[in-house]
């Protein structure tokens, strides 16, 4: 049946309209899942369009892209003896969840260090460009970057993650015609040759966001992860209508014109997230075509989760390496290499939509960028829904201004407090008193920023910096200022409650809630992700 | 009086049935035929040797036994005398259907050491190339060989096709091949000229050659030892290989042994540095130094691997 289903073309998204006949639709729930019935005749469920097909060999396709830049030189061409050169990579908030072996990242650095050990390079440094995330641990870059090049380069402190609080490690490169600040790692700012390796799950992955925020520090990042910028852009999925890029790209030109020269390699990957066989697959398949064994391993599935406590059920889904394929490989200078980035993830994930709904329904997995073998806490619960899955249009928002969006998460109190300390404070402290982005940004930002523990743990642990829960925070700007009403279904009530949204024990009763703000029958749309699909809304 | 009686019971005995009489008294088709004469008989089949018949230890049953005695008491010896580190079976991940595996060849040790580091789906559809003068030698070590490591025989002291043909038919079928290009195990510890077979079979069928180096094996059971000693071996997988076009088997042999050579460096320095010596045609060689035994020996105690641990955890603050 897999093989079948990889022979024939992929399907493209569906917008199923629902009827009487419609079988119940899964829902994602933390780490679980709910099968539920939306009411007939009023809704609809957004589906993503099936993987499209891999490379048949990354490899030749990586080396071509080499040889063939768009708007530059071929890289053999850029690499000399005696130069000093930086590889500059994706952190684990990519891809989601984590890829089997080999990582594309691993494929393109080989590659590339292939390539300047042809030329004879020596001094080589490669950089996990995580901005303010936590850092990544040594079985991770491993994961990341293969056994190989870790073990060559991690044993000489060649091979480290970016640390945008080193005193001496930064530097200024000017400022934008907006007066925005724009700094980068030194070590890649004071290279001959900055190559930087992506991984585009989604449409805001890439372009000058790579290296303008990568590499950056919160003096920096503060010019675009800010309320303003996210309540302007309209999505920031959808880099010509987005604020967030538009500030990036403004400091791609200073980088360009004050940086080392970039040489962007972006890749993308397909829909491959679960699987066409194994335990997971049947989260692929649209629920008319769940054959007797998808059921039967979905109930087996449903009924050991049910069995298991929550921890538990992290560490088995915290194990699960998706087999994406790559779908496309581009390399040369930042603009057209993203264009082209750009067209080839739109082309997997949009999914054209007819007008607005009224109420949104989303079920939240149990993984988001932030909480890669960590805690999904409910900061990162609000910033899945709120942020990203919200986000996941291009035209307008799927559900009308003053719509309600309905989340189906367990949204339990529990924080991982090696990696998010500062959420912790974020969480008890400053939304016990506000949920308002902007007053939080106003009030807290700059104190949770420069708190020197905060500091140390994102410089010394493996923390998230302590301004992260804001960014989180801000993520959602844009749904919290356009919705009437956010209910969360199956969550814990007092951690809902502490967000400022409405918990629901059961779809029916949010639904019910919902018809207070948005009236009697509303129009229910249900967006059935992961795997990722972007709705295009007329 | 006693011999009177000895003569009437073999008497008695004579008129009793008796099956070696029965055997001998068997006549054809009981028996064999007799040559007529003037009547040139036909040449025995040879047995044994490159003549071994192996077909039957491709068949299920022989299949299923061969892959519990893997999974089970060899992975179990492998560990216990080797404790290997296995390296680069990710450079495997895009390919499809039977490969050729070249490796470098110290020891007994190193068919259960690559059976069990082979991964799937090519580790139980496998066979090995094994010397048909030294495994195939009497039929109850061929049948042993054949059934534990799927071996088929392969001529090294004289040419033939008949080895050849086999590999490229089984190779054909699907089944890839584990071959020692070397031809032997290292005397010394150093490797050996490869030959063409591997690359020979690679042009003829059509099917990627992934060299590995095999590292510490002979300081487990060199040749010439009957007992093995714990020792640790590493495997290194490389980059699948391919015959460019028009490219005839001894250059690509030759290919395969920069290959593997460039594997042993990246074995025992690091894939960075092993890469640079590789492009700048500096890996060393697999079969040593041309110098005196002694400073042979030396050199090969310098062949270890840097460790991988980070020198510098946490930033300086």
């Known amino acids: 049946m897999a093989a079948e289903r990889r022979q024939r073309a992929p399907r493209p998204g569906l917008v199923l309209d629902v009827d009487r006949s419609t079988p119940p639709i899964l829902f994602h729930h933390g780490e679980g899942f709910r099968l539920e019935r939306l009411p007939a005749g009023r809704s609809r469920v957004i589906y993503p369009a099936e993987p499209l097909p891999g490379l048949v060999d990354p490899e030749a396709a990586i080396r071509d892209a080499l040889l063939n830049p768009l708007d530059s030189d071929p890289l053999p061409a850029l690499l000399r003896p005696g130069m000093k050169l930086t590889i500059a990579f994706d952190d684990i908030s990519l891809p989601l969840p984590p890829m089997r072996r080999p990582d594309i990242r691993q494929r393109v650095i080989e590659q590339v260090l292939d390539m300047a050990a042809a030329a004879g390079v020596d001094d080589v440094h490669l950089i996990a460009a995580l901005a303010l995330h936590r850092r990544m641990t040594d079985d991770e870059l491993r994961h990341a970057l293969g056994e190989r090049v870790f073990d060559a380069f991690a044993p000489q402190g060649a091979l480290y993650n970016h640390d945008a609080e080193d005193p001496d490690g930064m530097v200024v490169l000017g400022r934008t015609d907006h007066d925005e600040l724009v700094t980068m790692n030194r070590r890649a700012a004071e290279s001959d040759l900055l190559v930087y390796v992506n991984i585009n799950l989604v449409a805001m992955d890439g372009g000058w966001k790579s290296t303008a925020t990568g590499l950056a520090d919160y003096p920096a990042l503060r010019h675009h992860h800010n309320v303003h910028t996210m309540q302007h852009s309209r999505s920031f999925m959808d880099r010509p209508r987005s604020e967030l890029h538009r500030s990036n790209w403004r400091q791609g030109e200073v980088i360009k014109a004050n940086g080392p020269p970039i040489f962007q390699i972006e890749t993308t990957v397909n829909n491959n997230t679960f699987g066409w066989d194994g335990p997971l697959a049947v989260l692929q398949k649209r629920e008319w075509e769940w054959t007797a064994r998808d059921r039967a391993s979905f109930m087996a599935m449903q009924a050991g989760l049910k069995a298991m406590p929550p921890a538990a059920c992290r560490g088995v889904f915290g194990r699960w390496l998706a087999p994406y394929e790559m779908t496309s490989v581009q390399a040369g200078a930042v603009e057209p290499v993203h264009e082209s980035t750009t067209a080839n993830v739109l082309a997997q994930h949009l999914v054209p939509v007819q007008g607005q709904t009224d109420v949104l329904t989303m079920g939240l997995p149990y993984i988001c960028p932030y909480n890669v073998n960590s805690v999904m806490n409910p900061i990162l619960v609000m910033c899945l829904g709120l942020g990203y899955f919200f986000n996941l249009y291009r035209g307008r928002p799927l559900v009308r201004e003053g719509g309600v969006v309905i989340m189906g998460h367990p949204t339990r109190w529990e924080f991982h407090p090696a990696h998010h300390p500062s959420y912790i404070d974020f969480f008890e402290q400053l939304l016990a008193s506000t949920t308002d982005p902007a007053e939080l940004e106003a009030k807290y930002e700059e104190q949770f920023a420069t708190d020197e523990w905060y500091v140390h743990l994102y410089r010394t642990g493996y923390a998230y910096h302590g301004v992260h829960p804001f960014y989180m925070w801000y993520w959602g700007a844009h749904a919290l200022q356009w919705l009437g009403r956010v209910i969360v279904v199956g969550g814990d009530p007092r951690a809902v409650r502490r967000m400022g949204f409405q918990p629901a024990s059961t779809l029916s009763d949010a639904l019910e809630m919902a018809s207070d703000v948005v009236g009697p029958s509303p129009t229910i749309t249900h967006l059935h992700n992961p795997p990722i699909l972007m709705a295009d809304v007329e | ?317």
């Open chain 2, 1 to 317: 009086m006693g011999m009177a009686h000895d003569l009437g019971l073999m008497r008695v005995a004579r008129r009793l049935p008796s099956p070696v009489r029965a055997l001998r008294a068997r006549s054809f088709p009981l028996r064999a035929p007799t040559v007529p004469r003037g009547v040139e008989p036909l040449e025995e089949l040879d047995r044994t040797g490159a003549g071994f018949d192996t077909d039957w230890s491709r068949r299920w049953g022989a299949r299923m036994c061969r892959a519990a005695i893997v999974e089970g008491p060899m992975r179990v010896m492998v560990q216990a005398l080797a404790s290997p580190s296995r390296r680069g079976a990710d450079r495997l991940a895009d390919l499809e259907g039977p490969l050729i595996f070249a490796a470098n060849h110290h020891s007994h040790i190193d068919t259960p050491l690559l059976l069990t580091s082979i991964p799937e789906p090519w580790r139980h559809k496998i066979v090995v190339g094994a010397a048909a003068d030294y495994f195939f030698g009497t039929r109850v070590a061929g049948a042993t060989a054949a059934l534990v490591m799927g071996a088929i025989p392969i001529e090294r002291a004289r040419v033939g096709r008949r080895s050849a043909d086999l590999a490229a038919a089984l190779i054909d079928d699907g089944w890839s091949l584990l071959i020692y290009p070397e031809g032997g195990r290292s005397p010394d510890g150093w490797g050996q000229p490869f030959r063409g077979g591997a690359a020979y079979l690679s042009v003829r069928c059509g099917v990627p050659v992934v060299p590995i180096h095999v590292g510490g094996t002979g300081s487990i059971l060199r040749k010439g030892r009957t007992m093995p000693q714990p020792a640790e071996a590493t495997v290194t997988f490389g980059t699948p290989m391919r015959p460019e076009d028009g490219e005839r088997a001894p250059r690509f042999a030759s290919r395969i042994e920069d290959a593997v050579t460039a594997l042993a460096d990246e074995a025992s320095t690091d894939w960075y540095s092993a890469r640079k010596r590789a492009h700048a045609s500096a890996s060393g060689t697999l079969t040593g130094p041309e110098v005196g035994v002694w400073r042979r020996q030396w050199a090969l105690s310098g062949r270890r691997r840097t460790p991988s641990t980070r020198a510098r955890r946490w930033p300086d603050l």
